[in-house]
């Protein structure tokens, strides 16, 4: 079946980085692509950034563009998160999403990431 499972989130000061991975199993990973959300306490879940099956392609939310890279490695079926300069706003619960060829949303189980002083 299909697993997501979403690491390296954890609490860093203002200005700081991070990386999360989301390791995928259960579906032709290398042929699909992928995206990133987040969702902080009492807001919606939101979009970050996308990644195509090869990676050659990235859409990020204008918001973190200048700040949040996606990338992935096939090979080892982990999709990544580089998030740099992080502020406070961006403390939430962060996602990796598969969705199939027939429509159906894959998630995992979240990664927390808390950016205070």
């Known amino acids: 079946q299909v697993q997501l499972v979403e690491s390296g989130g954890g609490l860093v000061q203002p200005g700081g980085s991070l990386r999360l991975s989301c390791a995928a199993s259960?579906?032709?990973?290398?042929?699909?692509?992928m995206r990133w959300y987040r969702q902080a306490p009492g807001k919606e879940r939101q979009w970050l950034a996308s990644?195509?099956?090869?990676?050659?392609?990235?859409v990020h939310r204008e918001s973190v563009r200048d700040r949040f890279t996606t990338s992935r490695d096939n090979a080892k079926n982990t999709v990544y998160l580089q998030m740099n300069d992080l502020k406070t706003q961006d403390t939430a619960v962060y996602y990796c999403?598969?969705?199939?060829?027939?429509?159906?949303?894959?998630w995992g189980q979240g990664t927390q990431v808390t950016v205070s002083s």
């Open positions: 259960g579906f032709p990973f290398s042929s699909s692509g």
């Open positions: 999403r598969y969705r199939s060829d027939s429509g159906s949303e894959y």
């Open positions: 990644i195509s099956a090869a990676g050659d392609d990235t």
